[in-house]
């Protein structure tokens, strides 16, 4: 198996786990504050929003430092599994 021969469909993945993690984490979030899981006193839905913002912009810019850094000298000849 060959990796794909243009950088675009790495990158389309990058880019969807970095969009798609925190899309996904609000959805659950409300979810759960819909279905009463969050006490009404208490201000636990803010503190799992902002987890999510902070976890969401530093592991974000890793991976796509890491994209980058890994596609600086892509060889598309190159076979996944040797």
Excluded: C, H
Excluded at 61 to 79: D, N, P, Q
Aim: net charge positive; charged share 15%.
């Amino acid at each position: 198996m060959k990796l794909p021969r243009t950088q675009w469909p790495i990158w389309l993945l990058t880019l969807a786990l970095v969009i798609g993690y925190p899309v996904l984490s609000f959805r659950q979030i409300n979810a759960m504050a819909r279905a009463g899981e969050f006490p009404p006193e208490s201000d636990t839905i803010i503190i799992g929003l902002a987890g999510v913002v902070v976890f969401s912009i530093v592991a974000g810019l890793l991976v796509l430092l890491a994209t980058a850094l890994s596609l600086r000298k892509y060889f598309s000849e190159t076979r996944l599994f040797a």
